[in-house]
């Protein structure tokens, strides 16, 4: 076997990068003799690393579709693996390089290019006008409109003035209800409707500054509220008033037609009871509207508050109307009634004041002399929905029952002395042994006296088989014996 030959140094490949270079940094750090093959070797290293960086670069450029590597890829790249970045170098302001003249007495030196900097006069500088830096960018929130009316802020434009205002003549008038075309989606809506018009001075300088803001429904809302409407008046077919009604009780994104059916529900009771003597099937109109009113109340997913005032006067139209239809009159009174208890347990946290409003309201109209028999009727029913302490102060406390009772004559049992005995029968039940009173006792004597004084000799009468349900109703406890 012959001897391997021994190896000598290789020689060095040179690269882009030149070892001279290497020997400039060095010395300039203060690293002199720098042997060649280490200066060769970190070479080949630099340029491996640039190699690297360009590669990383060279992705972001073609990534944001460009074909021309500008310094920012070259920062991105330098952060990707976790380099610090190149300060002071812009892609929008990018450096100059210019070429030096060549050395005469050094013709081997290569080119040489350098950053041109720019000389500053700072004199010039502090003469200039100073220009203000914009303010930065920022975001703030606010009201583009508020339940139709757009605020009168800074960020909305400006409200244009009407040329002319409505007629006083015209005030307090109800407009008509949206009405059909001639196809089944031609349908046109006015704006939404606003609240009712009220004179005075303040309203409006209230109105200038409130500018309602109008709404074209889709065509799709516009064909629900023809065929919904379709459906439940003329009450005639009960299927499709049962599925219009859930529709209205359960579906979502009902809001927008809401004023409109608020507004249609309030037409329609106001066009039925203006008739002095409303017919049988006009009262079945007022039972669908009632329940229309009822399914709105029970959708939870709209927001009824800003209507309240408007969902009220229909059912206390209905409540405390003189001249129902016979048949179903006490049945409508029940079921506004019913209505009516259900909004204030829903609404009546939220604006303490409306009970007592309302409560307000059924007191003048079973107190007021001279009113029928419907009237007070209704506001009993009224009276029982607003609570207990509404019904002792309109009976006992305030002599409801006494007025009513020398409107009556003996023996008479209509649908206003039901609805006396349920408020009645609301403050306190019968006992389940009742004990009748007895003149001949002293104690029963000064019960049934007080009972006659309270609540007159009509209703009186009718309390004198429970002594316990007397004394509950004249005082508020369980019953004498307590």
Request: hydrophobic residues 35%; charged residues 20%.
């Amino acid at each position: 076997m012959s001897k391997a030959k021994a190896k000598g140094p290789q020689p060095q490949g040179t690269g882009l990068y030149r070892p001279e270079s290497i020997r400039d940094v060095a010395e300039s750090l203060g690293i002199a003799n720098l042997p060649d093959a280490v200066a060769s070797a970190l070479a080949s290293d630099v340029e491996y690393r640039i190699h690297q960086v360009i590669e990383e670069s060279s992705r972001f450029t073609r990534h944001a579709r460009r074909t021309t590597m500008t310094t920012s890829d070259v920062d991105q790249a330098l952060r990707v693996m976790n380099i610090e970045p190149l300060y002071g170098h812009s892609p929008h302001n990018p450096p100059t390089f210019r070429r030096a003249l060549p050395y005469p007495h050094v013709p081997a030196a290569g080119t040489v290019y350098f950053v041109e900097d720019e000389e500053i006069d700072f004199d010039r500088v502090l003469r200039e006008e100073k220009i203000p830096l914009p303010k930065p960018t920022s975001w703030t929130a606010h009201w583009l409109a508020v339940e139709g009316v757009q605020p009168l802020v800074p960020e909305n434009p400006p409200a244009i003035p009407r040329d002319t205002e409505p007629d006083a003549t015209h005030v307090g008038k109800v407009a008509s209800p949206p009405r059909t075309g001639t196809a089944a989606g031609g349908t046109t809506f006015p704006p939404t409707p606003p609240s009712p018009p009220r004179g005075g001075a303040s309203y409006a300088a209230k109105k200038q500054q409130q500018q309602l803001v109008k709404q074209v429904l889709s065509r799709e809302l516009q064909l629900y509220y023809t065929r919904l409407t379709t459906s439940l008046l003329p009450p005639g077919d009960y299927v499709k008033r049962t599925a219009a009604l859930s529709s209205l009780r359960n579906d979502a994104g009902l809001q927008t037609l809401l004023p409109y059916l608020v507004k249609w529900v309030g037409d329609g009771v106001v066009g039925v009871l203006k008739d002095p003597s409303p017919s049988e099937g006009e009262g079945k109109v007022l039972e669908v509207l009632l329940d229309v009113i009822a399914a709105l109340l029970d959708n939870t997913t709209l927001f009824v508050e800003p209507y309240l005032h408007q969902l009220l006067p229909p059912l206390l139209s209905i409540l405390l109307h003189a001249s129902l239809p016979s048949s179903s009159a006490q049945h409508l009174r029940t079921s506004a009634a019913q209505t009516l208890s259900h909004l204030l347990t829903q609404h009546a946290t939220t604006y303490p004041s409306l009970a007592p409003r309302i409560m307000k309201t059924l007191l003048l109209a079973l107190l007021a002399p001279k009113k029928s028999r419907g009237t007070r009727e209704g506001a009993v029913r009224g009276l029982v929905g607003v609570g207990k302490e509404a019904v002792r102060k309109g009976l006992v406390e305030g002599g409801g029952a006494k007025v009513i009772g020398e409107e009556l004559s003996r023996g008479e049992s209509e649908g206003v002395v039901s609805a006396v005995m349920d408020g009645l029968g609301l403050l306190h039940g019968l006992a389940s042994q009742p004990r009748a009173l007895d003149p001949s006792n002293e104690h029963d004597a000064k019960t049934i006296s007080e009972l006659r004084s309270t609540l007159g000799d009509f209703f009186a009468e009718r309390f004198m088989v429970d002594a316990d349900w007397a004394w509950g109703v004249l005082h508020g406890v369980e019953g004498a014996d307590s």
